[in-house]
């Protein structure tokens, strides 16, 4: 488990380092002067040369790097160029409303994926099978932005049980503006000891989750299948079924545990992508999360946003690879290094 963590470690810190080159490279590579762009268009040349001085653009490649680098060691990772804040504290914010969405989000697809799975896997080959596999084959193909506008027409526009979009109730603003303590609306309105804004935030949390989690239900089901299938045939299993367990306690006890393996390794990759790339469901939505965000920043060719952005993103993937990394050998005995 040691040489696990420190293996593990090792690469996240190497993968970390290419992140950080590879935000740098974008930098400059993005169309235009970021001087001229941080001056404005009626700059002076005196004022530009001013500028490139403070950016540190008139030092040489090797020693805008090392300084670059250095910078997001120490949490300098520069001011946007359209919010003229530091981007560190702009990411910031805006990856805590876009983690309660997509935490949200792979919660919801935990909770129905794994079930479908289970259900799948023990009723192989019959109606439950079936309709699992149809449910997942459709939640995997339709299209994300489809998928937003029928929820919003039934359930909001139609049956008007659900908000359309937005954060929370407009009649609620000064009340979320008041409670900002982690810019999440479900933990902050109980902070706050606010049980109407905690209800309405989660409300308005519904449609956006459904969309999100859509494919990770479907990746989920599938892989817990395959996962519980492959488990249901090794010795433990046939031992506890010999001895007399009901299938029921053989499937959830014995051999669900040992199959969740495939799931959690996708989870991190879905949880990264999902972070990555909600922008169109935060933008149907009205949801002013990182997405947005690094919308707003490619708009304004903000290359500081743009580097921030795609760092977080990726420190954020690293993470949650590392944790799923540690939580596979206690989910599952057999990857426990014997002596470790």
Do not use: C
């Not at 941080?38 to 490649?61: C, H, K, S, Y």
């Not at 933990?187 to 706050?192: H, R, T």
Request: aromatic share 8%.
């Amino acid at each position: 488990m040691r040489r696990l963590l420190v293996r593990r470690g090792l690469q996240s810190l190497l993968v970390a380092l290419g992140v950080g080159l590879l935000a740098f490279v974008i930098t400059r590579l993005l169309p235009g002067d970021p001087a001229a762009t941080w001056a404005g268009p009626r700059a002076t040349e005196a004022q530009l040369a001013q500028v490139r001085i403070q950016l540190g653009l008139d030092q040489p490649l090797p020693v805008q790097l090392a300084t670059y680098l250095g910078d997001l060691v120490r949490g300098d990772w520069g001011l946007s160029i359209h919010t003229r804040q530091p981007v560190l504290s702009d990411v910031a914010g805006r990856f805590m409303t876009s983690l309660e969405l997509v935490g949200l989000a792979m919660l919801l697809a935990g909770l129905v994926g794994i079930p479908m799975g289970v259900a799948a896997a023990r009723w192989r080959g019959r109606l439950p099978d079936w309709m699992s596999g149809l449910t997942s084959s459709t939640l995997a193909s339709v299209p994300v932005f489809w998928l937003a506008l029928v929820l919003q027409l039934v359930f909001a526009s139609t049956l008007h049980w659900l908000p359309v979009a937005g954060r929370w109730d407009r009649d609620l603003n000064k009340l979320a503006q008041a409670a900002t303590t982690t810019h999440m609306v479900l933990v902050d309105s109980l902070l706050a000891g606010n049980m109407d804004l905690f209800v309405s935030g989660l409300t308005h949390l519904v449609l956006p989750a459904i969309v999100i989690a859509a494919y990770p239900i479907a990746l989920f089901a599938r892989l817990t299948r395959a996962g519980l299938l492959e488990t249901m045939g090794e010795e433990h299993v046939r031992m506890a079924r010999a001895i007399g367990f009901p299938e029921r306690t053989i499937i959830w006890r014995f051999a669900l545990r040992a199959s969740l393996g495939p799931a959690l390794s996708a989870l991190a990759l879905v949880f990264g992508y999902a972070l990555g790339n909600t922008f169109l469901v935060e933008n149907l939505f009205n949801f002013q999360g990182l997405g947005s965000y690094a919308v707003d920043s490619i708009a304004a060719l903000d290359a500081p946003a743009i580097a921030g952005t795609t760092i977080f993103v990726a420190l954020a993937y690293l993470v949650a690879n590392f944790l799923v990394d540690m939580l596979r050998p206690l989910m599952d005995p057999r990857l426990r290094e014997p002596g470790r």
